[in-house]
């Protein structure tokens, strides 16, 4: 057990629609990372957010976008869904630490995954 | 850019024996993390070991440890008393702001 949870489990969508995934972190984790893995392949990073803002973002377009809470939870927003989002979604939380203005992250914990169909 | 390459897409050990998983990757970095990750079917993302580049001694988790060689990128997973639970999909990843995975390795294991 990681303590990083994810919500929904399953979720099935059709090409067009708009769909947002949820990750509840490990209690002290300032920072959380999302990461897409389709069938087959390692995790891509999408984006990572610390301390409620956009701190890194991968080869992910602008409709990918995301939100941080101060109570340790994490949106991810999927907006025009295509077929090719089909995909594992993970999320990871983790604790940085800025020390004279360069980050250093601890390790990553994972949820469980949102696994999304995109008809 | 930094990379991640895992040269073998699967292999296989018996039961109780030792197996090898190669990692390399490249980076212009000298302070940095490197990780193996674990995920079975249920795709889980498991923590296996993690290595600090800035120390020289290679990581250690029970019957899990890394050969890992700076100069060379290379950093190897070693797996020994091989265990049916071991059998998963096994990601090498390195670490500064991001993770970045190779494209893993699945392992099998028999009895």
């Known amino acids: 057990e990681t303590g990083v949870t994810q919500s929904p489990t399953h979720l099935i969508k059709t090409r067009g629609q708009q769909v947002t995934l949820r990750c509840s972190s490990q209690?002290?984790?300032?920072?959380v990372s999302w990461y897409q893995q389709a069938l087959g392949q390692g995790p891509q990073f999408i984006f990572q957010y610390y301390r409620e803002e956009e701190n890194g973002r991968g080869n992910f377009p602008p409709r990918f976008s995301g939100l941080q809470f101060p109570n340790y939870s994490s949106e991810l927003n999927v907006n025009a869904l295509e077929l090719d989002d089909s995909a594992l979604y993970l999320c990871?939380?983790?604790?940085?630490?800025?020390?004279?203005?360069?980050?250093?992250?601890?390790?990553?914990?994972f949820g469980p995954g949102t696994r999304l169909l995109v008809l | 850019a930094q990379t991640v390459t895992q040269s073998q897409p699967e292999m296989s050990v018996q039961e109780a024996e030792t197996v090898t998983l190669s990692c390399t990757y490249d980076?212009?970095?000298?302070?940095?993390?490197l990780f193996w990750y674990k995920q079975p079917p249920s795709r889980q993302m498991i923590l296996v070991i993690r290595?600090?580049?800035?120390?020289?001694q290679n990581a250690t988790e029970n019957r899990f440890s890394v050969n890992f060689q700076k100069a060379a990128k290379s950093f190897s997973l070693k797996i020994s008393d091989s265990q049916l639970g071991d059998a998963a999909m096994y990601f090498c990843?390195?670490?500064?702001?991001?993770?970045?995975f190779g494209t893993g390795t699945r392992l099998q294991v028999f009895p």
């Open positions: 980076t212009s970095e000298s302070d940095y993390y």
């Open positions: 990871a939380s983790s604790l940085l630490w800025v020390v004279r203005g360069e980050g250093i992250q601890e390790t990553q914990y």
């Open positions: 209690s002290g984790h300032n920072t």
């Open positions: 990843a390195y670490n500064t702001d991001k993770l970045i």
């Open positions: 290595q600090e580049a800035y120390k020289q």
